[in-house]
């Protein structure tokens, strides 16, 4: 029997692999960027993964490789590019999913941010911007205040992401949303003050189980560029519950269930407050941190929503402490063509079992800085708390230099 993935996370591909093989079934990934899962490949013995190339932007050359599947008993598609296909391609062929409908309308940001005001779940709803060039300072301060958060319904990965406080962000905001490929189109809300965190959720038949919260650290203003994330980040056992109960209730609203959900919040002087969900589980190291730090591969949870069954992630019981992870996004500071990851050879000394993992074959041209398509690669450490991982992460990641050069060839060096 088999399960099809439509497209993947860039890592977690090789835990699929062995919670599929566990439940007995094949899987078959659909890609049409084979290079981007190497790494995750490589750690797979020959054969664990058939891997079919074909364009995953092309509906109907997708739906032709999953009929070619005889005993195709799954869809699994948990990526936000590919989300809504992977939902249709599952009613289509009348296997177990969540209805396209709800991931459609919870990748809209706007709507979901709409949907939330209306549930008294939000203290504000969204702001369409309709014609940036024409946006004034004043009516962006009277529609949502100041500062203000500009950005795409469906962006991904911290792209297409601008704040704005005064005339030269909004001059920033008009020069890159000119030049920038949307997903969907702009809105605006307002910045929410404090840390920020994700929410690692499991919703079946309608209840959410909240399975940790990863801690974000920020680049500098104005950009929103993930730096570093720690998981499990410890809290008191009450204000665990009650965030868990209230995040149920975001989910219930919109409509979500039998899913996973990486939610992001802000922890903000009147409590948390959301500032986006992701139908999908967590990007980056998140699924491997939580792989780790739980000691169960989550990504059975994958499998199991896929057949239709309750996961068994959510019989496993939590760690009341430890061990937790932590990892570090290393970018250059100047674009071009990645040249070498200096200092790998000493990531043996420092404490934590640091681990790289690349993101970028060298090079690999490297043309985006402020969010998360820039990263070469993330160094990953263990600790028995997130604040001892993190800590422990961001040594090591000191001892590495991420050098680019220019198309014409001059060397560059930089410290992430």
């Not at 739906?63 to 989300?83: H, K, M, N, P, Y």
Request: net charge negative.
């Amino acid at each position: 029997m088999t399960l099809a993935c439509v497209e993947m996370l860039s890592f977690g591909l090789a835990h699929l692999a062995r919670a599929a093989d566990e439940a007995g079934e094949r899987l078959v990934l659909l890609t049409g960027v084979e290079q981007l899962y190497l790494h995750e490949l490589a750690a797979l013995p020959p054969g664990a993964i058939d891997v079919v190339p074909v364009d995953t932007h092309d509906r109907g050359a997708v739906v032709e490789q999953l009929r070619a599947i005889g005993d195709l008993r799954g869809v699994i598609s948990s990526t936000d590019t590919w989300g809504v296909t992977g939902a249709e391609l599952a009613v289509e062929f009348g296997l177990p999913g969540i209805d396209p409908t709800v991931i459609r309308r919870v990748r809209d940001k706007a709507h979901v941010r709409d949907v939330l005001y209306r549930a008294g779940l939000s203290r504000f709803a969204s702001y369409a911007v309709d014609d940036v060039d024409n946006l004034s300072l004043s009516r962006l301060a009277a529609a949502v205040g100041l500062p203000a958060v500009v950005k795409d319904t469906s962006g991904t990965g911290s792209q297409n992401v601008w704040l704005v406080r005064d005339a030269e962000d909004l001059h920033r905001l008009r020069h890159g949303a000119g030049r920038a490929p949307l997903f969907g189109r702009l809105f605006a809300e307002p910045f929410l003050p404090g840390p920020v965190y994700s929410a690692e959720t499991l919703t079946w038949q309608g209840h959410t189980h909240l399975l940790g919260l990863s801690s974000r650290l920020m680049s500098p203003r104005p950009w929103f560029r993930e730096d570093v994330t720690a998981f499990p980040v410890a809290l008191p056992d009450d204000d665990f519950r009650k965030i868990g109960q209230w995040l149920g209730t975001v989910l219930a609203a919109l409509g979500y269930t039998d899913r996973f959900a990486h939610i992001e919040l802000a922890m903000t002087v009147d409590g948390p407050q959301v500032i986006e969900v992701n139908p999908r589980i967590g990007g980056a190291l998140v699924g491997e941190s939580m792989c780790r730090a739980l000691g169960f591969n989550v990504y059975s949870g994958l499998v199991d929503l896929a057949l239709g069954r309750r996961p068994r992630l959510l019989d496993h019981p939590l760690p009341a402490r430890g061990p937790a992870v932590a990892f570090v996004l290393a970018y250059p500071d100047r674009a071009g063509v990645l040249a070498a990851v200096q200092g790998l050879d000493e990531l043996s000394r420092y404490p934590g079992n640091p681990t790289w993992y690349p993101t970028k074959a060298i090079g690999a041209h490297i043309a985006h800085l402020t969010d998360a398509r820039g990263h070469a690669g993330i160094l990953l450490a263990e600790g028995p708390t997130a604040e001892i991982a993190t800590h422990r992460a961001v040594a090591a990641a000191g001892a590495l230099h991420v050098d680019t050069r220019a198309a014409d060839g001059t060397h560059r060096r930089s410290d992430p």
